[in-house]
């Protein structure tokens, strides 16, 4: 559940520094300082990623590599860079930074959604006859639960809740493979 959360935030994180240090390097190009720029760059992706492997592998179980492409031993600074540029891992981590950034919205969405609709639920009783809450208001009507059906409502709050931890739990699964997938040689 704290890595649906989560996910948004780094998603933010990753989406921003994949497009700003790719359109750096390309502005960079033409300078003397862009290709050591560049390399600079694409060894943050690879360390980025190296944590982002680490923190799915402790949350989700999956097996993530414990090291960069570029940490071979015996190569010079050029060869390191040259196989910076011809791994793929290194383009599938961009492209997986990219993409977490929708990913991560889409975790987020749906986890408050049903965290706050099953919470909801499970509070219908408290809301509507303590605090005069209704449960719908459309044009100026207000909808309230009956009372008979106040036990279900509760009901249904407590397995939509245990359904949202285990759809969080089922996400969280696939999105290690996911990362696995693009992360892993």
Same mark, same amino acid.
């Given at each position: ?24 390097? @390309? ?41 960069? @492409? ?7 600074? =050029? ?11 290194? =383009? ?31 509070? /219908? ?18 909808? =309230? ?16 809740? $245990? @359904? ?8 969280? /699964?696939?999105?290690? /493979? ?5 992360? $892993? /040689?």
């Amino acid at each position: 559940m704290f890595y649906m959360f989560f996910s948004l935030v780094t998603g933010i994180v990753y989406f921003t520094w994949a497009f700003t240090g790719l359109s750096l390097s @390309a502005g960079f190009a033409v300078l003397i300082f862009g290709i050591p720029f560049f390399a600079l760059f694409l060894l943050s992706v690879q360390g980025m990623m190296l944590v982002e492997g680490m923190i799915i592998e402790a949350l989700s179980g999956i097996r993530m590599p414990r090291r960069t @492409a570029a940490s071979r031993k015996g190569l010079g600074i =050029w060869q390191k860079f040259v196989s910076l540029l011809k791994d793929k891992r290194t =383009w599938t981590s961009i492209l997986y930074m990219v993409l977490q950034l929708f990913l991560g919205i889409i975790y987020f969405t749906v986890t408050v959604t049903l965290l706050a609709l099953s919470v909801s639920f499970m509070l /219908r009783p408290l809301l509507e006859y303590t605090f005069a809450l209704p449960m719908m208001h459309i044009d100026g009507i207000d909808y =309230w639960t009956p009372g008979w059906f106040m036990p279900f409502m509760v009901l249904l709050g407590i397995v939509l809740l $245990v @359904a949202t931890l285990h759809a969080a739990r089922g996400m969280m /699964r696939l999105h290690g /493979r996911w990362a696995k997938f693009m992360l $892993v /040689r």
